[in-house]
């Protein structure tokens, strides 16, 4: 139990997400790169291009409309007590991204 939270249950899980652009891509990785920022201005944008690039090449992904991009997740459940229940949440894309902001 850490910060009175118990957690009850831990999954790992692959999960597969598929751009439809490389745009698309690239804007998602200038936000999720924990380094892009020591990148300087002038080279982001050729970097991103490198990088994407790259990527398809070494994915064997020749279709520039379904980009696919596999990651690890944590996937974390528990509770804390003293928590007010507020209502259930049924409605599983509302749960997914709940998850994703955890």
């Known amino acids: 139990m850490h910060a009175g939270i118990e957690v009850f249950s831990l999954n790992e899980k692959e999960m597969t997400?598929?751009?439809?652009?490389i745009d698309a891509l690239k804007?998602?990785?200038s936000a999720?790169?924990?380094?892009?920022?020591q990148i300087p201005i002038l080279f982001?944008?050729?970097?991103?291009?490198?990088?994407c690039i790259e990527f398809l090449k070494q994915s064997n992904c020749n279709n520039n409309h379904k980009i696919p991009l596999s990651f690890w997740c944590l996937e974390?459940?528990?509770?804390?007590?003293?928590l007010q229940k507020t209502?259930?949440?049924k409605d599983e894309a509302m749960l997914g991204?709940?998850?994703a902001k955890l």
């Open 17 to 21: 997400y598929e751009f439809n652009s």
């Open 27 to 29: 804007d998602f990785l």
């Open 76 to 82: 974390v459940f528990g509770s804390k007590k003293g």
């Open 32 to 37: 999720s790169m924990a380094n892009i920022k």
């Open 87 to 89: 209502k259930e949440i």
């Open 44 to 51: 982001k944008e050729e970097f991103l291009e490198d990088f």
């Open 97 to 99: 991204v709940m998850r």
